[in-house]
T-cell receptor
Framework: DTAVSQTPKYLVTQMGNDKSIKCEQN?????MYWYKQDSKKFLKIMFS???????INETVPNRFSPKSPDKAHLNLHINSLELGDSAVYFC???????????FGEGSRLTVL | AQSVTQLGSHVSVSEGALVLLRCNYS??????LFWYVQYPNQGLQLLLK??????LVKGINGFEAEFKKSETSFHLTKPSAHMSDAAEYFC????????????FGTGTRLTIIP
């Protein structure tokens, strides 16, 4: 029973395309996040939602748009993909804004 | 600004040997410190955390870490390495115990030699 699940796990696409990554958690958590992990394994927060309200938007280009239809889901839509967007994107959730983070398995995005 | 430095991007130890992964932070206020582990093709999993109280913190899988304020360190140790410990380890720090301000180190890849 996967706690935080992301789809797709792998995504290969051309520059300029638009793509989405979906995330769902079944832990009953109220806070969800998107992290980006680059090729050097550096992990940086992109967005954070608490009870469907955006609380963190860390200087991410506005080509990235998160959407939280409910507390259990946080999707990431990316417009006009660029080579530099290639990375592994992790969804995570926590109970409250200071609870332990639970991560999904990641979605590896490759932009050609 | 808060930051965390992990010394050694790769560490190799023999099975049964001591594991020591180093983490130093910079801060002017008391930090909250974490170690996360990432197994291949998986997300990160919390190993242990220090917020307040006892400076020696025990985590899962036999790992522990000690907060040393004088050395601004939070090194991760395990007395006897097991093959299943091979993974990437991340130290992280925040100063308001809010995940939105969690800063991760660049990670240390641990390899276990049979």
């Amino acid at each position: 029973d996967t706690a935080v699940s992301q789809t797709p796990k792998y995504l290969v696409t051309q520059m300029g395309n638009d793509k989405s990554i979906k995330c769902e958690q079944n832990l009953g958590h109220d806070t969800m996040y998107w992290y980006k992990q680059d090729s050097k394994k550096f992990l940086k927060i992109m967005f954070s939602y608490n009870n469907k309200e955006l609380i963190i938007n860390e200087t991410v280009p506005n080509r990235f748009s998160p959407k939280s239809p409910d507390k259990a889901h946080l999707n990431l839509h990316i417009n006009s993909l660029e080579l530099g967007d290639s990375a592994v994107y992790f969804c995570a959730s926590s109970l409250g804004r200071a609870g332990e983070l639970f991560f999904g398995e990641g979605s590896r995005l490759t932009v050609l | 600004a808060q930051s965390v430095t992990q010394l050694g991007s790769h560490v190799s130890v023999s099975e049964g040997a001591l594991v020591l992964l180093r983490c130093n932070y910079s801060s002017s206020v008391p930090p909250y410190l974490f170690w996360y582990v990432q197994y291949p093709n998986q997300g990160l999993q919390l190993l242990l955390k220090y917020t307040t109280g006892a400076t020696l913190v025990k985590g899962i899988n036999g790992f522990e870490a000690e907060f040393k304020k004088s050395e601004t360190s939070f090194h991760l140790t395990k007395p006897s390495a097991h093959m299943s410990d091979a993974a990437e380890y991340f130290c992280a720090v925040t100063f308001n115990f809010g995940n939105e301000k969690l800063t991760f180190g660049t990670g240390t890849r641990l390899t276990i030699i049979p």
